[in-house]
């Protein structure tokens, strides 16, 4: 059985390398968008790997919202240092001070969806023609319409009627003038693939994914973080209890899970036999039906 899982995630690993090469020789300027979470570092791991004994080719980019768990900057920093990759960092609250995105008001407010005018700012700033994340079909519904070589136009928009076909492992990268593609690399890969291979690999990762206990906030049936971030309403309640976070994203709107997994071998485990899907304790996505499908129109990842 062992050697039937390492063979699937040496198949998956196999198809990402193809598709990191395939962008290195079709496009110039390239990014890999890194947030320091499990899908990005599985997305460095391999790019390192694709080049190796080079160096990876093309930076990382972090849009930093200003409201990220300090684990996960501490933890971003440290791993970008020991891969001996580039690192730029953009700011959302820059973004704020020129004007260019306007903070959400409101006891809700998230600074998520304005990731977008900062990533679309930073893509032209850089002249970036791919950038490369580590979305994948299995998460939510419309990141299961992307291709694996993703266009957006010149606005960076997204229109999922209106993407090239890919045949077998083909991927068309032409584009015209201030366009480019999001390119994801483990488009075929499921949550479970990648604790898999971050069990196989023994990669390191942020503390927030292992159980632990902290103060929360029980809010419309999430548990949010209890940050400097998160104003407590009166309808909330206030829990402290043992979780661990699925996803790691803006801490308003990144939802923990109560857990007792404290090893990787563990997380696999849970993951195998949950019933609520990995993004299901995201507020970003239930704003709307189409919530994530209507941000990635306007250019979100």
């Known amino acids: 059985m062992k050697q039937r899982v390492q063979g699937h995630l040496r198949a998956l690993e196999n198809e990402a390398v193809h598709v990191f090469r395939e962008v290195a020789a079709q496009f110039d300027r390239p990014i890999l968008l890194f947030s320091g979470g ?36 501490e933890f971003r920093d440290r791993f970008v240092a020991e891969m001996e990759a580039e690192l730029v960092v953009r700011y959302v609250q820059d973004s704020i001070d020129q004007g260019r995105a306007k903070e959400e008001k409101g006891p809700e407010a998230s600074r998520n969806a304005l ?93 927030l994914y292992f159980a632990h206990e902290r103060a929360l906030v029980r809010r419309n049936g999430m548990l949010l973080a209890r940050t400097e971030f998160i104003r407590v309403l009166t309808t909330d309640e206030e829990v402290r209890t043992r979780v661990r976070f699925r996803t790691i994203g803006d801490a308003t709107c990144t939802g923990a899970v109560e857990s007792a997994a404290g090893t ?38």
């Not at 990731?115 to 023609?129: P, W």
């Not at 291709?147 to 032409?174: A, I, T, V």
């Open 38 to 73: 499990k899908d990005s570092i599985v997305m460095a791991w391999l790019a390192r790997k694709a080049f190796h004994p080079a160096p990876i080719p093309f930076p990382l980019l972090h849009v930093d919202t200003g409201h990220n768990f300090p684990e996960t900057i």
């Open 115 to 207: 990731q977008t005018v900062t990533l679309l700012d930073a893509l032209r700033e850089l002249q970036v023609d791919a950038a490369l994340g580590g979305a994948r079909r299995d998460e939510e519904k419309a990141r299961a319409k992307e291709r694996f070589f993703s266009h957006r136009d010149r606005f960076g928009q997204w229109d999922p009627k209106n993407q090239r076909p890919e045949l077998w492992s083909l991927y068309n990268g032409k584009k015209n003038p201030g366009e480019h593609f999001r390119v994801f690399p483990l488009s075929n890969w499921t949550e479970l693939d990648i604790w898999q291979y971050i069990r196989h690999e023994d990669l390191p990762i942020p503390s």
């Open 264 to 301: 990787v071998d563990e997380i696999i485990q849970e993951t195998s036999v949950a019933r609520v899907t990995e993004r299901g304790g995201r507020s970003d996505d239930k704003r709307s039906e189409a919530a994530m499908e209507d941000r990635k129109r306007e250019g979100y990842f």
